[in-house]
């Protein structure tokens, strides 16, 4: 409740009578300006000019608020981040490859990550849409893979299987419509799945290690090895340091010995044999699916192997 003074006058109290104007003319200013003259018309126009400063810088203030609120919206939005770097992997891509080719490579990516979130979900965790990296491929992040090292390999191994589905269907449709185009995108695919298979950390094949045979990370970081003196590739060399530095942590770990390790990596015969009887067929099945997609493919021309 607001409180304002109340001010009576006294009764009988006369206020003395304005004085009159020097001049007989009604409407004149005592100094000789007309009412309504220039000091009247700057006093308009400077109103009329806060006026409009008001408004702008209502306006901006508005825009600015609506602006911020999108900033803060933009990071829930998780399908805006696939968007957006499937979209930057689509345009790297496209430059040594083609549209065509760029856009169904980067869609068989989506399906080999998608596989890895799916499982994730079904271990009860939380991880994040795909996020897509040119010319590294994609990526789903997670505080945990799972509780133990048979939930980690099924995480891993879900990804290349979904995949080499993926590249099946692509196989599928380009032999049923003799598109050399999906012929060469399939045999990509099986490529991809089958390079993800190689036992070390953080490929896919290193997270089925880690319930198969975790010594299976060393093999497979002397293959990497083999395979930079080999080709040359500098690519290979940063997974080659993140497969050491990751090999050696968990590796040092494991020599602890203590009860926390020893649960992790306790998995049963039969998971061992099932994870085993995977990850081999999986090889087998992406093998024999690049021997029936393999085909030269360049620019905007492909060509039958010989």
């Known amino acids: 409740m607001e409180n304002s003074e109340l001010s009576l006058s006294t009764p009988g109290q006369v206020l003395p009578a304005p004085p009159v104007p020097p001049s007989g003319h009604p409407g004149e200013d005592p100094f000789g300006e007309p009412a309504g003259g220039v000091r009247g018309a700057g006093r308009s126009l400077r109103k009329?000019?806060?006026?409009?400063?008001?408004?702008i810088v209502a306006l901006a203030a508005k825009f600015w608020a609506v602006v911020k609120g999108a900033v803060l919206f933009l990071p829930k939005l998780k399908v805006l981040t696939t968007a957006g770097t499937a979209l930057v992997s689509v345009a790297a891509y496209s430059l040594f490859f083609g549209w065509s080719f760029a856009v169904g490579f980067v869609v068989l990516l989506f399906v080999h990550e998608m596989g890895h979130v799916f499982q994730l979900r079904r271990e009860g965790l939380k991880a994040t849409a795909p996020m897509f990296i040119p010319f590294f491929g994609a990526v789903v992040m997670a505080k945990s893979l799972g509780e133990n090292a048979l939930a980690e390999a099924r995480v891993g191994l879900a990804g290349p299987v979904l995949g080499t589905a993926g590249s099946a269907v692509c196989l599928a449709i380009a032999e049923a419509i003799n598109s050399d185009l999906l012929r060469a995108l399939a045999y990509i695919g099986f490529f991809l799945n089958l390079i993800n298979l190689v036992p070390l950390v953080p490929f896919d094949g290193g997270r089925a290690m880690a319930a198969m045979a975790p010594a299976m990370w060393f093999i497979g970081l002397g293959a990497m090895i083999a395979l930079l003196l080999i080709t040359g590739n500098p690519f290979l060399l940063i997974f080659i340091v993140l497969g050491g530095m990751e090999t050696w942590r968990r590796w040092k770990?494991?020599?602890?010995?203590?009860l926390e390790q020893a649960a992790y990596y306790r998995v049963s015969?039969?998971?061992?044999l099932l994870v085993g009887a995977v990850y081999i067929g999986l090889i087998v099945v992406l093998v024999f699916g690049m021997h029936e997609a393999h085909i030269l493919y360049s620019g905007s021309h492909s060509?039958?192997?010989l």
């Open 253 to 258: 770990l494991r020599g602890t010995r203590s």
């Open 48 to 55: 009329r000019i806060s006026g409009a400063v008001a408004a």
């Open 269 to 272: 015969p039969r998971n061992r």
């Open 303 to 305: 060509f039958r192997s």
